[in-house]
């Protein structure tokens, strides 16, 4: 692979960019592979890469119905944390957050980590304790988070109204560390290391039934011909059930619609991400000028990947109250991604009854974030049969009870 | 230059002049004019910059569609960024300024990007700016944001100083689109009888046919047009909305429209914009059609527009847009745009046709006896000019480019590369499209539209939405959307028109065909994000294979028009580049809204104190007049304190608490939940509901109950009152009566619906007065009217009775650890006890008190408090609450989840108290730390704070909290950190009840 710098950009632009090689292969698939891994999203693309680069797995191909990260991962409010409350929670976005940290060099691939600041308005007295316990927590966690008060918020949102009529902001949670990344690039930049490193990713290509014996995976059914594996992962968000379902097992999930929206491109306004629970909605600003707008989820359970409007003008309304000026902007665009909901809201990185075969999903409303965490975990889990990153969030935690519920803290929005 | 014609301009009236500035500049324009044809009218033809290169930018369209033309619209309150200069109809005193730019408009030190753009195509930024890692944030990033983004932010400090409401509509046909096709299918649908609506973004009916020309029926179109609208006037089951955009399709007939009622007169009183949200059985999508550009180099210069739009300048707004304007074209249509420049005296130096056909078309003869020079098979090599257009190169449209044959001086260069149906709306609920070959263009797929709750066909395309692109064909097909809608077969034939046969389209997508790198680089498809040729062939070349990703890696189409202009040509380009069929590539998703719509019509209404209303109780009145320190409690606002002069909020907090367990307090406990159940079935359901038993209460009794969810997890409490042998009153919290309204309905509805039993929430029905302390029931004797005395009204019981004449209902309950009554009353009477209270009470020394008193005595009796003690984590055994949960019962919500393994464990974290070493007060939320750290490196925890207040009554702090084998290790010491993680608090580990641990406070 030619590495990607400035340089390059100039020893292009001299033969007018004629000379750039594919960013990933785009191959047949081969009979067999040690590995597959089912869903080319930020997950699935992260488990193959870090297969590869923890473990040496390298005979690995990551299959995808459509076009690689054209999921959740293409179509969310690309927001990181890790200010979770419960300790699994905390750790996994916390090695996610810290693997954004250094993504760029690591891939070679520019995916714009900006750790601009992410806060969490306090607007209740019961928000300001949560807060505060989530603080707490996040002291002996490792994260990094402070408890601001609202003049401090003020400096860091000139845009934000401190004093609505209706919740005044009593304060907030920040982490300053926390931020966001160009979500199209993270699938593309560990899209063309996997390509990089050998792997196959094959686009296009549907999985139609899961092949196994005697209790052991062997490989899958595509729309493309048979393809064999020793192990498998299924990495398929919204789409999970329906999978495992090919696998010959059930999961607590469900898939709604998660709404969002971005307004038109403006001159910079706003350097950091602002969540407000209390109220229903979450904002920050892209580069590129738009104000990105995160709702809530849908109520019903639906595979459509369409925007309703109930949601957006909840949430809508809401920001007007938090940042007035956004009166006066135009929404550009609306659109829904399908999330996989568990009952505890937190995901699942397991072992599944199939012997050979793990399941990531459920990651509900709070996926992007975690992308390399999520990998890095499940690669292990895959490689070794287990990981302190993945342990708690097992399958058999519903069976137990033994929820990681974060409602606590979150509210809402992840 | 461009300028206003002598005479002409159907929609502008010259006798009104208007007065308006563009960047600080005084012009004029006339009444009807937009701001782009009062600016051309001026010779403004520069009008903003590109986004990436800040390439000078004319307008190039005259309606939704335009890319170019954005303007910063009014000033203070009401400015507003990136409004398009097309769709913005002039008023006297109108300002408007460029966008993009610094220090102005003509001198952009930005354009440098246009030199270095050899260097800048497109993702060069995923390849660059990784080095050093620490600049990303601090210098590459902040310098990008500040060249991006293309309009000001308004003032954060401003409140928009207009107002939006909505508008909520049922029809059974909603008709978007007033131009010939929407007014014939929705004068059609209203001859049926049926309730209709017909909505127009403009401000004018018809569409483009007046400015197309034409006859219908032996009349000329304008004519037929008034026709059509008088008729649909006249019928009261029709409502006609212009300056109305059709904005979203939703699912199961959901449409949202979006009226912009004063932005063309800002002086108007009432709200700037309506949002629509209707309901209709069958949506007809009259949407008309975009004209796409042609892709050749130089294509972005102010002065290159659509020959459509040249057209309707000309005729709608009397403007010039140069003396001489070279047309250039693959098909048709374009040559009206030349007859119409030479009707009104304008040269046409050149018709660039890069068809060669056998024979002229009706159009072309026209054309040529007019003295016009076609040049078939002919392309533009290269437009001539850099803030304007100075004339164009043309060459051979089969070649590669750089074979110049001749260049022509020009000002204007009108190009048409053909139609592309306006197929947006049709698509946002799911319909499907084709791709039509013959005509070049996506048209909807009518046997995939998109479907309703009965899998019929919701959605309807009339017109040249539908992909008919002659006045006949628009006709004959908006009497078959009609019919299509309707499910009435046809009554009458469609209006006959007479139009010119037209010769085929070529499809172009370049230009010319074979266009060398050099040319590629130049020409533009997305003009605002500075998207090229080359750009969609280098995310080919790079594998960004899938239209999404081509979309995505090189911004195409994702400006503020989406890519109405933009979209096919990029795709084609893209199917090109990787040798596949349109069709197979396929579209980007259309998404709501069609042209962006103001964040404020979308809150409509709810705005400032009425953004979520304030539930207010009977005494908040009362309350807020005497220094009431106001919290949100749910939709609620509870009193934190009521301070009295010169107090500071803990002062008030702690007299509150003193002087309720010394004297009396008053608690407004309105905001309490109040469910009532009823039925038959009563006992039995909230023995399902409740952890104990509640079927066993006698009337006239009080229970204490706890609730979980399925999973066990406590999720509320109260206090139960059975009424009679059908009735039970369930108390809430305060934040819960919705929700656990909402669940038992649930359970009702879904699972017990045989059950007899009804819930009723009359939180609201009735007002509630907590009357506390010692003094509690002498300030009721003292009112008199029903017997309170110990023997009369034991704890735990409830009487109904009368005080001074108000009929009550007494509690006998206590949640402070005191005597304590609670008194419920229809709330028209709440006031009038709460004064009665405070009046009588006034010699028992009462004082009304807070939330925060509420909670320090509740901890200090060691009450648990939902959302405190509880987080949707804990059970009722952590919080040693055995005694509430029924052994007998077979069955009750959370039952079987307590058997599970983790809820059975040993090791739960259970409550105890806790008092801080040093008598301070431990940090709400704070982690008792263990030894050594997990296998994530996370410090192990053994315990947490769940409420921690300082004591008035005991003068040190008390906290509660969850502890591993806490009710074991009464005596210990541990350490809480705090947020830093190193600074520890030692805090012993106590009984959780502080406070009269024989209850004989309440029980006197």
Known sequence: MRSYSAFAVAREAARYHMGWERAWASPEPKKKYEVIIIGAGGHGLATAYYLGKNFGITNVAVIEKGWLGGGNTGRNTTIIRSNYLQDPSAAIYEKARSLYETMSQDLNYNVMFSPRGVMMLAQTQHEIRGYQRTAHANALQGVTTEWISPGRVKELVPIINLDGPRYPVLGALWQARAGTARHDAVAWGYARACSDMGMHVIQKCEVTG???EGGKVTGVTTTRGDIGCDKLGIVVAGHSGHVADMA????????????????????????????ANTVHGYMSQSDKGEMVIGGGADGYNNYTQRGSFHHIEETVRALVETFPMISRLKMLRQWGGIVDMTGDRSPILSKTPLEGCFINCGWGTGGFKAIPGSGWGMAELMAKGQSPLTDAFSLDRFKEGRFIDESVAAGVAH | MSTRLATGGRLIDRSKQQSFTFNGKRLTGCAGDTLASALLANDQMLMGRSFKYHRPRGVVASGAEEPNALVGLGTGARFEPNQRATTTELFDGLSATSQNHWPSLEFDVGAVNTKLARFLPAGFYYKTFMWPRSFWKHVYEPVIRQSAGLGKAPDAETRDADTYEHFYAYVDHLVIGGGIAGLETAKRLGETGARVLLVEQTAHWGGRAPVDGGEVEGQPVTEYIAGLLAALNAMENVTLRSRTMGAGIYDHGYALAYERLSDHAPTTQGPRHRLWRIRAGQIVTATGAIERPLSFAGNDIPGVMLAS????????????????????????DAYRTALVLKSHGLDVPAIIDARVLPTDSALMAEARAKGIAIHQ???????????????????????????????????????SGGWSPVVHLWSHCGGKLNWDQANAMFRPDLTRAPTGDKGQAFVTPAGAANGAMTLGDVLEDAVAAAERASGDTRTSDAPKAVVAVEAPLAPVWMMPQGASIKHRMKAWLDYQNDVKVSDVQLAAREGFESVEHAKRYTTLGMATDQGKLSNINGLAILSGALGAEIPQVGTTTFRPPYTPISMGAIAGEARAEIFQPIRKTPIHDWLDKNGAEWEPVGHWRRPYCIKQAGETTEQAVHREVKNTRENLGLLDASTLGKLIVKGKDAGKFLDMLYTNMMSTLKPGRCRYGLMCNENGFLMDDGVVARIDEDTFLCHTTSGGADHIHAHMEDWLQCEWWDWDVYVANVTEQYGQIAVVGPNARKVLEAIGGMDVSKEALTFMGWADGELAGIPVRVYRISFSGELSYEIAVKASYARELWDLLMSVGKQFNVMPYGTEALHIMRAEKGFIMIGDETDGTVIPQDLNLHWAISKKKEDFMGKRAHERADMAREDRWKLVGLETVDGSVLPDGAYAVGEGTNANGQRNVIGRVTSTYHSPTLGRGIAMGLVLHGPDRMGEVIRFAKTDGTTMIDAKIVDPVFYDKDGEMQNV
């Open chain 1, 210 to 212: 899961v092949r196994q």
């Open chain 1, 248 to 275: 010959g097992f059930r999961l607590p999930v469900e898939s709604v619609a998660l709404q969002a929206l971005v307004s038109e491109p403006i001159k910079p306004c706003m350097d950091v991400v602002v969540m």
């Open chain 2, 309 to 332: 739009a040249v057209r309707d300048y000309v005729e709608n707004w009397a403007i010039s847009p140069g003396d001489r304007t070279v047309i250039v074209t693959n098909n048709d």
């Open chain 2, 377 to 415: 098979g002919h392309a533009i090599d290269h437009v001539m000019g850099t803030k304007r257009v100075r004339g164009v190169a043309i060459c051979s449209h089969a070649g590669e480019g750089g074979a110049v044959i001749e260049e022509i001086p020009c000002e204007c260069v009108a190009m």
